[in-house]
């Protein structure tokens, strides 16, 4: 989705049973690609979304020796006051903006589009979100974190997604990610967003990773925020 895009292989997709009136697009972690996630959704969909999982790139990451693998930005500590890869933060954003401009001219408005990701993934949705000019139908943040946190809310260039949904999930065992930087960030989005529409569910003896139950959350918040139409 950033740098060479030729070298990047069409996102997996879960068509919709019926005409596609919805879209969620969800960005998997670092390391992985979106097929892991395509299957998750296909065990959860509803018959009139589609589910887009797009992959990273492979670039060299600075937290596994430069070694090259799957990854939205750099990352170079997992530190919560590490430095951040802010252009490649900033050039993936835009990238997953196109992605929705993209459904947009397709025929799903933007209001119907929940963004979402896993890990770094989900650090990448949450920046998107805040910075996007589409208002989105909801957000989905799991075992994340909000990457360039002091930049906001000067970072924030309209208020689109002021009144976004925003379903945060982490598990409390987690010893990459760890759960204080998920309680963090929601208290730092509380600040950005309506307060009132932010849930932040923890799930006893997770660690860096999804779970059936969190799954079901998922589910239930994506069929209340794109209904059948």
């Given at each position: 989705?950033?740098?060479?895009s030729?070298s990047?292989?069409?996102?997996?997709?879960v068509?919709?049973?019926?005409?596609?009136?919805?879209?969620?697009?969800?960005?998997?972690?670092?390391?992985?690609t979106?097929?892991?996630?395509?299957?998750?959704?296909?065990?959860?969909?509803?018959?009139?979304?589609?589910?887009?999982c797009p992959?990273?790139?492979?670039?060299?990451?600075?937290l596994?020796?430069?070694?090259?693998?799957?990854?939205?930005?750099?990352?170079y500590?997992l530190?919560?006051?590490?430095?951040?890869d802010?252009s490649?933060i900033?050039?993936?954003?835009?990238?997953?903006?196109?992605?929705?401009d993209?459904?947009?001219?397709?025929?799903?408005?933007?209001?119907?589009?929940?963004?979402?990701?896993?890990?770094?993934?989900?650090?990448?949705?949450l920046?998107?979100?805040?910075?996007?000019?589409?208002?989105?139908?909801?957000?989905?943040?799991?075992?994340?974190?909000?990457?360039?946190r002091n930049?906001?809310?000067?970072?924030?260039?309209?208020?689109?997604?002021?009144?976004?949904?925003?379903?945060?999930?982490?598990?409390?065992?987690d010893?990459?990610?760890?759960?204080?930087?998920?309680?963090?960030?929601?208290?730092?989005?509380?600040?950005?967003?309506?307060?009132a529409?932010?849930?932040?569910?923890?799930?006893?003896?997770?660690?860096?990773?999804?779970?059936?139950?969190?799954?079901?959350?998922?589910?239930?918040f994506?069929?209340?925020?794109?209904?059948p139409?």
């Amino acid at each position: 989705m950033c740098g060479n895009s030729m070298s990047v292989p069409l996102p997996a997709v879960v068509p919709a049973a019926r005409k596609a009136t919805a879209a969620v697009i969800f960005l998997h972690g670092l390391g992985d690609t979106g097929h892991g996630w395509a299957s998750a959704f296909t065990g959860i969909k509803t018959p009139h979304v589609k589910y887009i999982c797009p992959h990273a790139p492979t670039i060299p990451v600075s937290l596994n020796m430069r070694m090259s693998m799957p990854a939205w930005f750099d990352i170079y500590s997992l530190n919560h006051d590490a430095d951040e890869d802010a252009s490649g933060i900033k050039r993936a954003s835009e990238n997953i903006k196109a992605l929705i401009d993209h459904e947009v001219k397709n025929g799903i408005p933007s209001h119907r589009i929940i963004l979402g990701g896993f890990s770094q993934g989900g650090a990448l949705s949450l920046y998107t979100a805040l910075t996007s000019q589409h208002k989105l139908a909801g957000v989905i943040a799991l075992s994340c974190w909000l990457p360039l946190r002091n930049s906001f809310p000067q970072a924030s260039a309209c208020g689109a997604n002021a009144d976004v949904a925003l379903l945060q999930c982490h598990g409390d065992a987690d010893g990459i990610v760890p759960v204080h930087f998920g309680r963090q960030s929601v208290e730092k989005m509380k600040s950005l967003i309506n307060p009132a529409n932010i849930t932040f569910k923890t799930y006893r003896g997770l660690a860096h990773d999804a779970c059936p139950e969190e799954m079901v959350e998922v589910k239930r918040f994506i069929e209340k925020q794109l209904p059948p139409i």
